[in-house]
């Protein structure tokens, strides 16, 4: 595990990388945010998507991480903003997805333009390694199940008392170390 890891080897990890953290859950923005800052990363939070666009302004992230769901607010207008970033730039910005629902958030997740993303409770290493990869990489793509995989996913996590959620054990890893 990473995060087992002497702190000299963590901070390593995410050096020196803008990220830009939006969850509405305050618990969730704080875990994040000492995670990231823990693995040498420079942080940005916020609360909301209308905050986030704000932050646009004077940040240029290398990678943002979202919470799936705002009430009242629409994701589309986040990606958009971050895709026209991109195009002024040109500069590739991954996006990963946090959400707590699989089932109706993925064909919103595929269609939204995000790389990757992690069912909550999410597995911390496993977050610092898919923006590792990603930072790394620069290349789009999806950490994703086929739609036939994660309906029989879905099936066993329910039958594990995760009621129409997968938890991040049940999510595919791919080998993000290098």
Request: charge should be neutral; hydrophobic fraction near 40%.
């Amino acid at each position: 595990m990473l995060l087992t890891h002497p702190r000299s080897s963590r901070i390593e990890l995410l050096k020196s990388v803008q990220v830009l953290v939006v969850d509405n859950d305050q618990d969730s923005r704080v875990l994040y945010h000492a995670l990231l800052k823990g693995c040498g990363a420079n942080v940005v939070s916020c609360d909301s998507i209308k905050e986030a666009l704000t932050v646009f302004d004077w940040l240029s992230p290398q990678i943002l991480l979202c919470e799936m769901r705002f009430l009242g607010e629409s994701i589309e207008t986040l990606v958009t903003k971050l895709h026209d970033m991109e195009r002024k730039g040109g500069q590739y910005i991954p996006a990963i997805a946090i959400t707590t629902l699989i089932t109706d958030g993925l064909a919103q997740i595929l269609n939204t333009g995000f790389e990757g993303f992690l069912l909550k409770p999410i597995d911390l290493d496993e977050l610092v390694c898919m923006m590792r990869h990603l930072v790394r990489t620069r290349k789009t793509k999806l950490f994703a199940y086929s739609p036939i995989e994660t309906k029989l996913r879905a099936k066993r996590a329910t039958k594990t008392h995760v009621p129409g959620a997968l938890t991040s054990s049940t999510h595919p890893v791919e080998n993000y170390n290098d």
